[in-house]
């Protein structure tokens, strides 16, 4: 069974202790709430900053593609 106990002097967020292990207890819920918004939004943007070094990457061998192409027109074309 847990037990809670509620601290004489609360500190931010954490307003009670559990009875067994004596750790304090974050009952904060908005701080838990933006914490996983912020949480996700920075893997969010970690995907996106991969998702455009993939397409970068992608363009690059599409550029070394159309130069190879266009190298061999030239020589054609010259003789």
């Given at each position: 069974?847990?037990?809670?106990?509620?601290?004489?002097?609360?500190i931010?967020?954490?307003?009670?202790?559990?009875?067994?292990?004596?750790?304090?207890?974050?009952?904060?819920?908005?701080?838990?709430?933006?914490?996983?918004?912020?949480?996700?939004?920075?893997?969010?943007?970690?995907?996106?900053?991969?998702?455009?070094?993939?397409?970068?990457?992608?363009?690059?061998?599409?550029?070394?593609?159309?130069?190879?192409?266009l190298?061999?027109?030239?020589?054609k074309?010259?003789?």
């Amino acid at each position: 069974m847990e037990r809670r106990i509620e601290l004489s002097e609360p500190i931010q967020g954490f307003t009670e202790r559990d009875a067994h292990s004596k750790a304090l207890l974050n009952t904060d819920l908005n701080g838990l709430m933006k914490y996983k918004l912020q949480r996700e939004r920075h893997f969010r943007g970690i995907q996106e900053m991969e998702r455009v070094k993939t397409d970068i990457s992608s363009l690059k061998e599409e550029l070394v593609e159309i130069k190879e192409l266009l190298l061999m027109i030239t020589k054609k074309n010259c003789n």
